[in-house]
C-alpha cells in the first residue's frame, strides 16, 4: 500500500486550487461585465427592459446554483450540444453572478440622492453622462464592501461545479480522499485553503465598510 504524506496530499490540493481560483476570476469578471448590463436595464427608462432584467435577477437568485449548473451541462446536451465541464462551470457561475451583482449595483445606484440627477440634469447631461460622471463615481464607493464581500460566495460557489465533473479544489479533495483514505486529513486541508482563500477578502470588506462610515461621518 502507497504511503501518502501530508505533502503529497497538499500538493495535489494545490494543483486543483489553481482551477478554482481561474473559475472564481472568470465568474466574478464575465459576471461583472454581464452585472452592468443588467444594472443599465433595470434603471432604464423603458418598462419593457427593466422588466426584462428583473425577471432574469429574480430567475437566476430564485433557483438553487446546482440546478443551474446541471441545465447548463445536461440540458444543452439534449440538444445534440456537447459542452465541456469547464465552460458549462463558467457559463452558469457568470450568469448566476451577474444577477447578484447587477442588483447589488442597482441598490447603490438608487441610493444616490435624487438631487445629484435632478443637479446633473440642469448642466445639460444626457443620463449616460449622469451616470458616468455623477453617479457611477458616487455609487461605486458605496459599492465596494458588498462586491467584494460576494466574491467570497463565488468563491465558495465553485465548489458546486464538482457535481458536474469539473476537478477544482472540492473535486480533487474526493479524488484525493478515496486514493489516500485519509479523509479527516485531506478535507482538513482543503478548509484551510478555501479559508485562506475567503478570508482576507472577507477581512478586506469589513475593512472598507468601516472606512466608508468614517468617511460618511466626517462628511
Known amino acids: 500500500m502507497i504511503e501518502f504524506t501530508i505533502w503529497d496530499i497538499l500538493r495535489n490540493l494545490l494543483l486543483a486550487t489553481r482551477w478554482t481560483i481561474v473559475l472564481s476570476l472568470v465568474s466574478f469578471l464575465g459576471g461583472g461585465i454581464v452585472g452592468l448590463v443588467l444594472l443599465f436595464l433595470r434603471i432604464s427608462k423603458r418598462k419593457w427592459l427593466r422588466a426584462l432584467a428583473k425577471y432574469y435577477i429574480e430567475l437566476f437568485q430564485g433557483t438553487p446554483l446546482l440546478m443551474q449548473l446541471f441545465i447548463a451541462f445536461f440540458g444543452l446536451g439534449l440538444f445534440g450540444i456537447d459542452v465541456p465541464a469547464w465552460l458549462a462551470a ?128 466626517n462628511h
Open 90 to 217: 463558467g457559463l452558469a457561475l457568470i450568469l448566476w453572478t451577474a444577477a447578484f451583482l447587477g442588483e447589488i449595483w442597482r441598490g447603490c445606484v438608487e441610493a444616490i440622492a435624487k438631487g445629484q440627477w435632478e443637479a446633473s440634469a440642469s448642466l445639460g447631461m444626457g443620463r449616460l453622462q449622469q451616470m458616468r460622471y455623477v453617479i457611477l463615481p458616487q455609487a461605486m464607493r458605496i459599492a465596494v464592501p458588498p462586491t467584494v464581500g460576494f466574491s467570497v460566495q463565488v468563491i465558495k460557489g465553485t465548489a458546486l461545479t464538482s457535481i458536474i465533473g469539473f476537478v477544482e479544489l472540492s473535486k480533487a479533495g474526493t479524488v484525493v480522499t478515496n486514493a489516500t483514505f485519509q479523509p479527516f486529513t485531506v478535507y482538513g486541508l482543503v478548509a484551510l485553503i478555501y479559508f485562506a482563500l475567503c478570508w482576507p477578502l472577507s477581512k478586506s470588506s469589513q475593512i472598507l465598510e468601516r472606512k466608508l462610515n468614517v468617511a460618511h461621518r
